[in-house]
């Protein structure tokens, strides 16, 4: 099933858990509520007959497909879960809020066959790893020994080979399954002596630098990840010794994976044209597209708010760029990572944000309402509290409690961290401080959107099983819980 993770076979598992007996009895529908601004479906299911209302969410980005997978098999569990109670609860259910951001992610990667996918996803998971270890730990290098106003040579070799001792970053290299041979390395620059100049001493590690690439297997994953991060060693050096360089420029292992893929295979053949648009517009790096955030416009859903910091980007007319791995890609802008919105001087919701809240908002006013979860990808997180300074006392005080309450009953069955982290700049930050009882759940331990999380089945597994349990625990609180709803503002 794992390679069959694209925008036809999300319909037909749709489709198929629309046929199922045990959820025919629960009273399973599905409503299509609206369209994408490329026409894609904008997908709504209902379960159960009772009278409190459950809301869950995933796919708010296109590119972290576990979190639509979890709820899709979440649903086939559903007989299965002891407290789920069809008089009790409506489960209203959006499996995959950015069906054009998932088209674009999985469609790149929908070429992997069924025999090899797990092993392709784990090198995707290395190589993303790689990208994020390699940026830190060489920026720290060139930073701790080569940028310090000091041309002893004996100082600058010294701290080259205390730095590869003792420096936390690197020594991360070491204990990552990533560079199991980092210590060859290390070893090499332990054995320098008598360097006149860092000229010198960039072509000496070099020369060590090849030896070490000729004794690898490169039918390895790890030894093929291990030549990528001495190759981006040595492109450093090589401008360090022929033009002085101190701007750190090196491929990205995550999109070369997919740099041939191109834009193709896509639902919306318009879509196709305009992403490749703004591909070229905004210079992004192809590959890129495989970790699309953002929907077919550009605009990131959760970024999609008055608050964003996008807003004030905007404003200073500076180019931004993402954090590693994607600090190759620009954000504020439309793209893979996205932007708040396509027109900061008239500002406007996405639509798919506000097929979402007009869902929320009814059953609020209706007093069906008892929370919602928002599923994301990796981290292992849960996010609970609501942002203090926009909300009345009082309001802050009920829905603090509240979602407090349901995050150590998610928490018991996930070992999630619980974060107390509040923010303005989010749109799953503004619902969960207009409406009770929203927590943002961040599922897979593993990184690496889309694919890191399936590189272990096992991973995949444990996600899924630990995250049924819980569900099933919040159904068993708020079936015994009486309903507190407030029906007005919570703004200040």
């Not at 694919?451 to 099983?465: A, M, Q």
Request: some cysteine; charged content about 25%; overall charge negative.
């Amino acid at each position: 099933m794992m390679n069959q993770l694209n925008y036809l076979n999300y319909k037909e598992r749709l489709e198929s858990l629309l046929e199922n007996p045990l959820l025919k009895e629960y009273g399973i529908k599905k409503y299509t509520i609206g369209k994408t601004n490329y026409a894609y479906d904008f997908d709504y299911l209902t379960v159960g007959y009772g009278e409190k209302d459950i809301f869950l969410v995933g796919g708010t980005h296109g590119s972290e497909v576990i979190s639509t997978d979890f709820i899709l098999q979440l649903l086939s569990s559903l007989p299965t879960l002891e407290h789920f109670d069809p008089n009790v609860f409506t489960l209203k259910i959006i499996p995959l809020q950015n069906p054009e951001g998932y088209d674009i992610s999985t469609a790149t990667f929908s070429s992997i066959d069924f025999l090899n996918f797990e092993d392709k996803a784990y090198e995707y998971y290395l190589r993303y790893r790689a990208d994020n270890i390699i940026y830190t730990a060489i920026q720290e290098l060139v930073r701790v020994t080569f940028e310090v106003p000091n041309d002893i040579m004996e100082d600058v070799l010294q701290r080259l080979k205390n730095f590869t001792l003792h420096n936390e970053k690197w020594l991360r290299l070491k204990q990552n399954r990533v560079f199991p041979k980092i210590d060859e390395f290390n070893h090499a620059i332990q054995e320098i002596e008598d360097i006149s100049s860092k000229e010198e001493l960039c072509g000496e590690l070099i020369m060590h630098l090849k030896q070490i690439e000729n004794r690898l297997n490169l039918s390895s994953v790890q030894d093929k990840m291990y030549f990528f991060f001495l190759n981006a060693l040595e492109e450093v050096f090589i401008q360090m010794l022929m033009e002085r360089k101190r701007k750190i420029v090196f491929p990205k292992l995550y999109q070369d994976m997919f740099k041939e893929h191109g834009f193709h295979g896509l639902q919306s053949k318009e879509l196709e044209k305009d992403i490749e648009s703004i591909y070229k517009i905004y210079h992004h790096p192809l590959g890129s597209q495989i970790n699309f955030d953002a929907n077919g416009s550009g605009v990131n859903l959760n970024a999609n708010h008055l608050h964003s910091i996008g807003m004030e980007a905007y404003q200073k007319h500076e180019v931004f760029y993402g954090l590693s791995p994607k600090d190759n890609i620009q954000k504020y802008v439309p793209g893979p990572i996205g932007t708040s919105c396509l027109n900061y001087h008239n500002f406007t919701y996405a639509v798919e944000n506000i097929f979402l809240e007009n869902l929320i908002k009814e059953s609020f006013y209706q007093g069906r309402y008892e929370m919602t979860f928002l599923y994301h990808s990796s981290g292992g997180m849960i996010y609970y509290k609501p942002y203090q300074d926009l909300m009345k006392k009082e309001a802050y005080f009920d829905f603090y409690q509240y979602n407090q309450t349901l995050a150590e009953i998610y928490e018991r069955s996930t070992n999630y961290q619980i974060l107390e982290e509040s923010s303005t700049t989010g749109y799953g930050d503004y619902l969960r401080r207009t409406y009770p009882g929203v927590l943002l759940i961040e599922l897979s331990k593993m990184g690496g959107n889309p694919l890191g999380p399936y590189g272990d089945k096992s991973n995949t597994i444990r996600v899924f099983e630990e995250n049924n349990a819980a569900i099933n625990e919040v159904f068993h609180y708020l079936k015994k819980k009486k309903r507190k709803i407030k029906r007005k503002d919570n703004n200040a």
